[in-house]
């Protein structure tokens, strides 16, 4: 009756399955009576109409060619700098909004001999953290936890004289004032906000989404023909190739695969 999509209906089934299961465990009931739940399956052609599409050549020249990047114009809101940031660092380093709205100025690191790296790591504001708790939280999955290159263009845009600034002001967030949403979002706010200036910039597909960046990121690293492995890794896949062994998503190498993103051939 409230019109939830098949994926959120099937997510709560799922929690219900879970709740009943421990239930009958402990014997609080007598079985699950939700255990042969099915959920509902959502039609192919609908999952295809509202499958999100990546930008094309013209419509990242459109988006990144407007006054937010071209003119330092930025929200009234509380997004500040992240107007800019997030979406720069989402098409450079494939990101999802979340990841890199929660961003700490330790995460941004010189790896000696390889170069500048972003790290994408839970946050839980504890004794070796110093995330205020407006800003902990924990990524998607386990092989979300990675390193991933910056890529020169990036510097060259000035994000380290930005880190600079920053901790000049004792700041310890790459974007300090965005606030979580009601739904527990920092970025929640921009996504709203980019879901209308998309539009007023003139890209008037409605598949296209700031998430977009993220799906054009990986049509880019694999034209530049990235080995599946590390471009796994550089999305925060799971790599397929079994138990993790360097604690941030994959067992590639940070140099590899810092080399390989370099590569004058890419």
Known sequence: ERGLAAKTINERL?????????????????????ANTLGVREATAEKRRKRRFPFNPSD???????????????????????????????????????????????????????????????????ETDDVPATHRRTLKNAPSRRMVPIAQQVLDLGLLRYVAVLRSRGETMLF??????????????????????????GISDPRVVLYSLRHSAKDLFEAAAIPSKYLKRLMGHASGDGAVTDGYGSDVPFEILAGEFRSEEH
């Not at 494939?94 to 790591?121: K, M, N, Q, Y």
């Not at 965005?178 to 910039?201: E, M, N, Q, T, W």
């Open 60 to 126: 990242l020249q459109t988006f990144f060619g407007s006054p937010v990047f071209t003119k330092h114009e930025r929200s009234m809101g509380q997004l500040g700098e992240a107007t800019y940031w997030v979406p720069v660092l989402m098409l450079y380093t494939g990101a999802r909004p979340e990841e890199v709205a929660g961003l700490a100025l330790s995460d941004i690191i010189e790896v000696p001999g390889v170069g500048w790296a972003i790290r994408f790591v839970d946050h839980y504001g504890d």
């Open 176 to 201: 300090p004032s965005l606030r979580r949403d009601c739904h527990g979002k920092l970025f929640g706010s921009g996504g709203k906000f980019f879901a209308r200036y998309i539009r007023a910039v």
């Open 14 to 34: 799922v929690k219900v399955r879970s709740v009943f299961r421990v239930a009958a465990g402990r014997h609080v009931v007598s079985e699950n009576p939700a």
